[in-house]
C-alpha cells in the first residue's frame, strides 16, 4: 500500500474471512510513500474469484479529508 497526507486508516477484509489486516493509519506528510511489504496469515484459496475489500474506518487528525487509499502492486 502507500502512504500520502489524504490517505485514511483502513482495513482489509476478505468476503469469507473477517478481517485480513488490522487498521493501519496510511497518512503521510509531505511525500507519498510505500507501507513496504505487509506480511498477511497464509490462506487456502479455492480456485476461482476471490473479492478483497478495503474500507476506510477513521482519518488521522492531520490528514486532508479526502479518504483516499492507495494500492502499488
Same mark, same amino acid.
Not at 500520502?4 to 496510511?26: M, P
Not at 506528510?29 to 505487509?38: C, E, H, N, Q, W
Not at 478495503?54 to 494500492?71: D, H, S, T
Given at each position: 500500500?502507500?502512504?500520502?497526507?489524504d490517505?485514511?486508516?483502513?482495513?482489509?477484509?476478505?468476503?469469507?474471512? +473477517?478481517?485480513? *489486516? &488490522?487498521?493501519?493509519?496510511?497518512?503521510?506528510?509531505?511525500? $507519498?510513500?510505500?507501507?513496504?511489504?505487509?506480511?498477511?496469515p497464509? +490462506?487456502?484459496? *479455492? &480456485?476461482?474469484?476471490?473479492k478483497?475489500?478495503?474500507?476506510? $474506518?477513521?482519518?488521522?487528525?492531520?490528514?486532508?479529508k479526502a479518504?483516499m487509499?492507495?494500492?502499488?502492486?
Amino acid at each position: 500500500m502507500t502512504k500520502a497526507r489524504d490517505y485514511g486508516i483502513v482495513q482489509l477484509r476478505h468476503v469469507r474471512w +473477517r478481517t485480513v *489486516k &488490522a487498521a493501519g493509519d496510511l497518512y503521510n506528510d509531505p511525500d $507519498v510513500i510505500t507501507t513496504g511489504v505487509l506480511d498477511f496469515p497464509p +490462506r487456502l484459496l *479455492k &480456485a476461482g474469484n476471490h473479492k478483497l475489500s478495503v474500507e476506510i $474506518v477513521a482519518m488521522n487528525p492531520r490528514a486532508v479529508k479526502a479518504y483516499m487509499f492507495g494500492l502499488t502492486m
